[in-house]
């Protein structure tokens, strides 16, 4: 059973028929993960040189009144926001932000051109000069945007099956359950304002609509444990794959507590080369180990240290789970390995290094068409890229928007290529002058996943995260 058939089916029946979802009367809670946001400018612009970092996804657990689940109040006829956004745009002063909220907003328009939204979709942007806060500017790299883990929603698309972590964004379109008290906000962005582009250079609306786009849920979340742990060669014979991991941050303490379900995202990658197998399947074996330690932030202790060797090698000494996290972060930092299995069955490229992982910039992305070595050595020659460039790891420097959207005028939609289309369709989101004829219904409900309580209640389900995105220049050739 495909998952875009419900999407399309709760779409289509909408606008039919108010009755088009089951619900498991019994269940009182849902969870909400949301990303612990940075406090300072200084840790955003840390965050965003960072280019290994497991973010802190926090768990939240909603209760759920009886009128949550009732859906008889017949406002389910949905039609389209031609203005989906609302964009708060926050500037650290005038002459900072200048022109780019209105690029932004011309961003926006290109992804409310490209999908249906039947929801607003909140947006905090922040605006604000990213090399006046970095420690050493010397270091200071070129960082265009960062856009912190969207909220999310835990969702499965039946009672009985493996729930995933929605977009919150995705959720209101879908319309799983009207009465939500959505988070006000989707999703933070924040936009380097020291870069000032030329007029006829001025790519910022391309980067607004890439970090949106992340926000709409175009991210994963499954990391290898080189991203948990420095030098992993001194502990571990390999590097492995793992099922996110529950994060959890006091004033003195990080807890590490549990697995959390993967993102939609993650549960369409695959081995370009064997695109039916779904790489995630091979993680869950290591969910059957328990994970949950705690270090103290300014001093571990001892007793602290070997906990948290003693759970991970616990994990690499399963045999039959560490072939799958080997294979997995194998895959990662291979060439051309990766790839996004979409709902027509198309397999798109994603992202990899070689020998080399970036939790910020590998699998998030389309792959480009020529050979990175990691973000910042890549091999150029006579590239020419494709209409999928929008979710490229890098921006095509000295080419505004403009340019490259007139470059691909035979694509569909305006600056969102075909393939990200079919990759956001997947996820759940719906293209906008697409027929319906493709759309297939069936009985599948979506219900809200519950937690697996065990009596000591140790088992949680969450999620740590991640940096969604950087964007760094690369020059190359842009051939038109
Ligand atoms: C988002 O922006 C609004 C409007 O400025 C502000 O009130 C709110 O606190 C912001 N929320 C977050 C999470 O940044
Ligand atoms: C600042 O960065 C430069 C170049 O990256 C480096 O040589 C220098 O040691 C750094 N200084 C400090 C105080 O970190
Ligand atoms: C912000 O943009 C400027 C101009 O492009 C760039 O020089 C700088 O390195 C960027 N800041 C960061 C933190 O990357
Ligand atoms: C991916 O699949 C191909 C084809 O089956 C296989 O040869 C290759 O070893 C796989 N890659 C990894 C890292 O498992
Ligand atoms: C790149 O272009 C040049 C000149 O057009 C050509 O001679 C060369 O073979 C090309 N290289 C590759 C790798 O395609
Ligand atoms: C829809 O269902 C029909 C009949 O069951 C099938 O032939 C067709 O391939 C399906 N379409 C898609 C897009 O899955």
């Not at 695109?275 to 399947?281: K, S």
């Not at 050595?377 to 095509?396: D, G, H, K, P, W």
């Not at 493709?438 to 389900?461: A, C, I, K, P």
């Amino acid at each position: 059973m495909k998952f875009y058939k419900n999407i399309l089916l709760l779409a289509s029946l909408l606008v039919a028929n108010a009755h088009y979802v089951k619900r498991d009367f019994t269940k009182k809670k849902y969870e909400i993960y949301k990303n612990a946001v940075p406090t300072s400018y200084e840790q955003i612009v840390k965050d965003a040189n960072n280019p290994n970092r497991v973010m802190k996804l926090k768990k939240f657990e909603v209760d759920a009144t009886e009128d949550l689940f009732k859906i008889n109040k017949g406002k389910y006829s949905k039609s389209i926001i031609n203005d989906p956004f609302n964009l708060n745009v926050h500037c650290y002063s005038t002459e900072d932000c200048e022109n780019y909220p209105a690029r932004i907003q011309e961003g926006a328009y290109f992804i409310a051109q490209t999908f249906e939204f039947y929801q607003t979709v909140n947006v905090n942007v922040t605006i604000f000069p990213f090399c006046r806060y970095m420690q050493n500017e010397s270091g200071c790299e070129s960082v265009m945007g960062i856009t912190y883990p969207p909220t999310f929603i835990s969702l499965s698309e039946t009672k009985d099956s493996e729930p995933f972590l929605y977009p919150q964004a995705l959720v209101k379109q879908l319309d799983v359950d009207s009465d939500i008290s959505y988070d006000p906000i989707d999703f933070l962005i924040y936009l380097n304002s020291s870069y000032k582009p030329i007029e006829s250079q001025d790519n910022r609306a391309l980067i607004a609509a890439h970090e949106i786009l992340h926000g709409l849920g175009f991210f994963h979340q499954i990391n290898p444990i080189s991203v948990y742990l420095n030098n992993y060669q001194n502990y571990f014979n390999n590097d492995f794959a793992l099922p996110p991991i529950r994060y959890e941050e006091t004033e003195n303490t990080i807890a590490y507590n549990g697995w959390t379900p993967f993102s939609i995202f993650d549960k369409y990658i695959v081995n370009s080369s064997k695109p039916d197998e779904y790489l995630y399947g091979k993680l869950e074996k290591y969910k059957t180990h328990e994970v949950n330690f705690e270090i103290s932030i300014k001093r571990p202790t001892t007793q602290q240290y070997n906990k948290f060797m003693s759970t991970f090698k616990a994990l690499e000494n399963d045999v039959e789970a560490n072939a799958g996290g080997i294979e997995v972060a194998n895959l990662f930092s291979t060439l051309n390995a990766v790839g996004f299995r979409t709902k027509d069955g198309k397999v798109v490229e994603l992202q990899t290094f070689d020998g080399r992982y970036e939790s910020a910039s590998s699998i998030s992305h389309i792959n480009v068409p020529f050979k990175c070595k990691s973000s910042s050595t890549c091999t150029v020659t006579n590239a020419s890229i494709n209409e999928n460039y929008l979710m490229y790891f890098t921006v095509i420097s000295k080419a505004s928007t403009s340019r490259l959207v007139n470059a691909f005028k035979e694509s569909k939609h305006e600056l969102v290529g075909s393939d990200i289309v079919r990759i956001m369709c997947t996820l759940g989101w719906n293209e906008k002058g697409s027929s319906s004829d493709n759309n297939n219904y069936s009985n599948n409900v979506y219900s809200f996943s519950q937690e697996n309580n065990n009596s000591s209640g140790s088992r949680h389900l969450a999620t740590p995260s991640f940096i969604i995105m950087i964007l760094s220049f690369i020059f190359f050739i842009f051939r038109y």
